[in-house]
């Protein structure tokens, strides 16, 4: 009977945020690709396009019309998933299996520049520095209001992803309840504080900063790593050194300090296929709902689809959906793509 | 204050298969899209595709040829996610975040029909009888291996659900773990069934039958509607009348009762967008761990992405991944459009 060798037998992973599993086949990698490729534009995207609605000065689908903004600008989503009103409801606790409950919320969009062209890799520290103010100014206001328990924060970048214009923007949900996948994770989280007396995230990082193995980049205030549990083919997290819960709990120090690793994630990970490198991001902070939260440790998930190339992705389809997660890449040989790729985004090289 | 009302409010709703919650906006529905449409080849296909690696008579990857199958024939995946070896393994206790086992399985393909062209709802009963007895028989074979505790049968169809050939065909992929879906659901239906002393899905199907709000098709034997917490837009569960486990349970009648629900069910499915309709499906059914689990009621999920029209999908991304699935569409709503379409498939029509 052979050894378990981690780098080429197919197995199972625990990730403690979720307690989930993940099947790992790396020897899968190899298999050939026959099916659906990727449209991805190459067109070059003006600075300004008159059509879109998310350019300054232009009119928005309900008549409104954008200022003339010059760094980053927030509006409330036109076609929200909630809504503000108070409804009333009274529980009917015979249904057992018809369970549903109202849900209030607000939904915003964050530009993050004027320029229609100028995705976040390609912004300056300063422009990135920006949007984490605009997100600080957000997480502050909505969390404020009083039904207000949750504020997701998160970027659907490229049309894979569902994202319906190429200006560089991302959105805001804000809303009463905790989300599901937000609720599992505050659980595991809050057990694991309860018993260790320190937050999950502050002790995961030292075991991954001891092995180094996952690690993309370091600096003096964050990590960006692929996390042993990785489900996407190039997920990674970027989780704070010092241990606070929120975006707002950052120093002057951290706040550069994110916008550079942010800058160079985000670069990493264009220059893989030398392509605008599509995925979803979102950042993993402590509820509003007034309690303390010692268990929530600042970090920021990114799920990127592609697989093979600029236009072969990861489908999380039937097995997947009915049973678990599969990948066929190790978070390893990921990390070590990604940890060899420059930080320099290819555009700048080229110019 | 407004009083709730499920048809117009945003709200939320609860799935206690796996214990989560679905963000449903049925007010969003109008919202203009402009972003991503899906290719749909409408190209005719041949009976017979000599590049096909799943034509019979045709070779495969590995150089093996595939008989000259008459009905439905399967074979062992070539680039399977999991192998049968053994593996060595001795868990390393002191890893609280490094958690890995090695996994032993066995991915087959199970080929519809020996005609390229010919979808599930275009099969005629018998075929489609053929098939549930292939899958009957691989779910007995594949069970009974010692170290086999879980047989998932699913279909990826299209090219959107990552399906590499249009030629009609499912997987079997079988393992030694729980996968964690399955564990998920088995974990909520034993607590119910340990509380009350019948399965869960027994008493949801006299709910769902006594409402009749989400029923699509129902049959002696089978119903098929739209679950009250369906996250995708046209998703639908067949679900057993008689409550027992497995696949394996059937009784002649209730073979042809289940062929018939699965070809009405993907004809109506076809009928949506006069497409051939993209989904995951897959059968959820008792473990294969020797142990007697009275909590199981055979059941079968589809979980299709068309939204608006056969080019415009719901993608699951931002929000959806870091919070909660969100829908756009009641349940209520896409169980009324597809129980008023007919069951005859619109290509027989035009025949
Ligand atoms: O095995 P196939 O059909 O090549 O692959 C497809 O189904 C598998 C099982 O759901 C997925 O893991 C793959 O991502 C998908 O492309
Ligand atoms: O709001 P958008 O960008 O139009 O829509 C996109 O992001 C949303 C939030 O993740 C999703 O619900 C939609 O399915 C997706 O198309």
Same mark, same amino acid.
């Given at each position: 009977?052979?050894?378990?060798?981690?780098?080429?037998?197919?197995?199972?992973?625990?990730?403690?945020? *979720?307690?989930?599993?993940?099947?790992?086949?790396?020897?899968?990698?190899?298999?050939?690709?026959?099916?659906?490729?990727?449209?991805?534009?190459?067109?070059?995207?003006?600075?300004? +396009?008159?059509?879109?609605?998310?350019?300054?000065?232009?009119?928005? #689908?309900?008549?409104?019309?954008?200022?003339?903004?010059?760094?980053?600008?927030?509006?409330?989503?036109?076609?929200?998933?909630?809504?503000?009103?108070? *409804?009333?409801?009274?529980?009917?606790?015979?249904?057992?299996?018809?369970?549903?409950?109202?849900?209030?919320?607000?939904?915003?969009?964050?530009?993050?520049?004027?320029?229609?062209?100028?995705?976040?890799?390609?912004?300056?520290? +300063?422009?990135?520095?920006?949007?984490?103010?605009?997100?600080?100014?957000?997480?502050?206001?909505?969390?404020?209001?009083?039904?207000?328990?949750?504020?997701?924060?998160?970027?659907?970048?490229?049309?894979?992803?569902?994202?319906?214009? %190429?200006?560089?923007?991302?959105?805001?949900?804000?809303?009463?309840?905790? %989300?599901?996948?937000?609720?599992?994770?505050?659980?595991?989280?809050? #057990?694991?504080?309860?018993?260790?007396?320190?937050?999950?995230?502050?002790?995961?990082?030292?075991?991954?900063?001891?092995?180094?193995?996952?690690?993309? *980049?370091?600096?003096?205030?964050?990590?960006?790593?692929? %996390?042993?549990?990785?489900?996407?083919?190039?997920?990674?997290?970027?989780?704070?050194?010092?241990?606070?819960?929120?975006?707002?709990?950052?120093?002057?120090?951290?706040?550069?300090?994110? #916008?550079?690793?942010?800058?160079?994630?985000?670069?990493?990970?264009?220059?893989?296929?030398?392509?605008?490198?599509?995925?979803?991001?979102? *950042?993993?902070?402590?509820?509003? +709902?007034?309690?303390?939260?010692?268990?929530?440790?600042?970090?920021?998930?990114?799920?990127?689809?592609?697989?093979?190339?600029?236009?072969?992705?990861?489908?999380?389809?039937?097995?997947?959906?009915?049973?678990?997660?599969?990948?066929?890449?190790?978070?390893?040989?990921? #990390?070590?793509?990604?940890?060899?790729?420059?930080?320099?985004?290819?555009?700048?090289?080229?110019?």
């Amino acid at each position: 009977m052979k050894n378990f060798d981690i780098t080429e037998d197919p197995h199972r992973r625990f990730n403690p945020l *979720i307690n989930e599993w993940v099947l790992v086949s790396p020897h899968r990698a190899k298999r050939p690709w026959q099916g659906q490729n990727e449209t991805i534009s190459t067109e070059a995207l003006p600075n300004y +396009d008159p059509t879109c609605y998310l350019c300054p000065g232009n009119v928005r #689908a309900n008549g409104v019309s954008n200022p003339k903004y010059e760094s980053s600008f927030v509006f409330e989503n036109d076609f929200a998933a909630m809504k503000q009103d108070e *409804i009333m409801f009274e529980e009917d606790i015979k249904h057992t299996f018809f369970k549903a409950q109202p849900e209030r919320g607000i939904s915003r969009v964050v530009c993050f520049s004027p320029r229609h062209d100028l995705t976040l890799p390609e912004m300056n520290i +300063d422009g990135i520095e920006n949007i984490i103010k605009t997100w600080q100014k957000e997480y502050t206001d909505l969390g404020n209001i009083k039904y207000i328990n949750h504020v997701q924060i998160f970027e659907n970048k490229g049309s894979v992803m569902g994202c319906s214009n %190429p200006h560089p923007h991302g959105q805001i949900w804000a809303q009463s309840s905790l %989300p599901t996948q937000v609720e599992k994770t505050q659980k595991n989280l809050k #057990a694991y504080f309860d018993k260790n007396g320190k937050t999950m995230l502050a002790d995961y990082l030292q075991a991954e900063l001891r092995s180094g193995e996952r690690i993309v *980049i370091e600096n003096d205030h964050f990590v960006a790593l692929v %996390p042993f549990w990785a489900t996407w083919p190039y997920e990674t997290m970027i989780i704070s050194k010092r241990t606070f819960g929120k975006i707002t709990d950052f120093t002057a120090d951290e706040t550069t300090s994110f #916008a550079t690793i942010l800058k160079q994630l985000t670069s990493k990970y264009d220059n893989v296929f030398n392509t605008s490198f599509p995925y979803s991001s979102g *950042i993993h902070q402590s509820p509003t +709902d007034g309690l303390e939260h010692a268990e929530w440790h600042f970090h920021m998930h990114f799920y990127p689809p592609l697989l093979r190339s600029a236009t072969v992705k990861k489908f999380m389809v039937g097995y997947e959906m009915l049973g678990e997660s599969q990948r066929d890449i190790t978070p390893e040989k990921s #990390a070590e793509i990604l940890r060899q790729l420059s930080d320099v985004h290819y555009k700048t090289k080229l110019k």
